[in-house]
Structures are given as structure tokens and as C-alpha cells.
């Protein structure tokens, strides 16, 4: 019976482990979507800068 109560336990924590490297996984998608999503608002309001730039300084 103790042999059984091991295979199950071993069981159990392998399922953790690839539920915390699934999680894991998880997270760095969504941090590398926010970073590219952060990227390219940052772009676009350097692009809007500049584009209202020379219009300022004209003025």
C-alpha cells in the first residue's frame, strides 16, 4: 500500500509542475503582448510628436 500512496504522490507532483510551468508559459505571453502592445503606443506618440513638432515651432 505504501508503494501505491508513493506513485500517487509522484503523480500529484508531476501534475503541478506542468500545471506551474503551463502558468508560467502563460505569464510571459501576456507580459511579452503587454510589452509589445506598451511598445507601440510609445512609437505612436513619438510619431505624433513629431509630426506636431515642426507645426510648433513654425508658429
Do not use: Y
Not at 500512496?5 to 503523480?11: D, H, I, K, Q
Not at 505571453?29 to 503606443?41: A, L, Y
Not at 505612436?44 to 513654425?58: G, I, V
Amino acid at each position: 500500500m505504501q508503494n501505491g500512496n508513493r506513485v500517487l504522490s509522484s503523480l500529484s507532483t508531476i501534475q503541478t509542475t506542468l500545471f506551474d510551468i503551463r502558468h508560467i508559459q502563460n505569464q510571459r505571453s501576456g507580459q511579452s503582448r503587454f510589452t509589445r502592445s506598451w511598445k507601440m503606443t510609445s512609437i505612436k506618440r513619438h510619431l505624433t510628436r513629431l509630426a506636431f513638432r515642426p507645426s510648433s515651432s513654425s508658429i
